[in-house]
T-cell receptor, first 117, second 114 residues
């Protein structure tokens, strides 16, 4: 079973469209994240949720709206897609440091390749 | 603010050579975590190791070893007897003790040629 799974893996869409990427983790973690990897491979956090509550929003345009229906899911919805949104989006999850030896280790999904044309 | 620097953007070695990937970090936190992740050509991010800031013991796992030097703020990664399957982009990362986000270095692309 994949620990952190995201769908779709590949997405090609036109400018101006709205799209969503879904993420689910079966690790029982409390915290979930979205990271963006640009064309130069640079990875940067976008959002972090803990038990369905937003705790980090790293100056991401408000066209990006994460939604966490429960602590195992964190979906990313993007409105009015722009060419610059083309990137790989990684979902991830972790437990807090108090959770013992595995605490704070962030596990990533396989990535969703978004291409805006 | 936290910062991670991987000065080597690309390294090319021949199979069976040893290779060291450098990582230097900056943080004002007294306790923190350091990580290495591997991103093979298939694109996923694979967790390799997590190190706590208060534990400076070096770690070895098979052909992989990590050298953590708090005095120089470095957390270097060595692959012994490299193999073609080691070809990937390797990321060093840093998080605070609260661990609610990772700050990544720019990555080092390792190419191992047969």
């Amino acid at each position: 079973d994949t620990a952190v799974s995201q769908t779709p893996k590949y997405l090609v869409t036109q400018m101006g469209n709205d799209k969503s990427i879904k993420c689910e983790q079966n690790l029982g973690h409390d915290t979930m994240y979205w990271y963006k990897q640009d064309s130069k491979k640079f990875l940067k956090i976008m959002f972090s949720y803990n038990n369905k509550e937003l705790i980090i929003n790293e100056t991401v345009p408000n066209r990006f709206s994460p939604k966490s229906p429960d602590k195992a899911h964190l979906n990313l919805h993007i409105n009015s897609l722009e060419l610059g949104d083309s990137a790989v989006y990684f979902c991830a999850s972790s437990q807090p440091s108090a959770a013992g030896p595995a605490g704070n280790t962030i596990y990533f999904g396989e990535g969703s390749w978004l291409t805006v044309v | 603010a936290q910062k991670v620097t991987q000065a080597q953007t690309e390294i090319s070695v021949v199979e069976k050579e040893d290779v060291t990937l450098d990582c230097v970090y900056e943080t004002r936190d007294t306790t923190y975590y350091l990580f290495w992740y591997k991103q093979p050509p298939s694109g996923e991010l694979v967790f390799l190791i997590r190190r706590n800031s208060f534990d400076e013991q070096n770690e070895i796992s098979g052909r992989y070893s990590w050298n953590f030097q708090k005095s120089t703020s470095s957390f270097n990664f060595t692959i012994t007897a490299s193999q073609v399957v080691d070809s990937a982009v390797y990321f060093c990362a840093l998080s605070s003790w609260a661990g609610n986000m990772l700050t990544f270095g720019g990555g080092t692309r390792l190419m191992v040629k047969p």
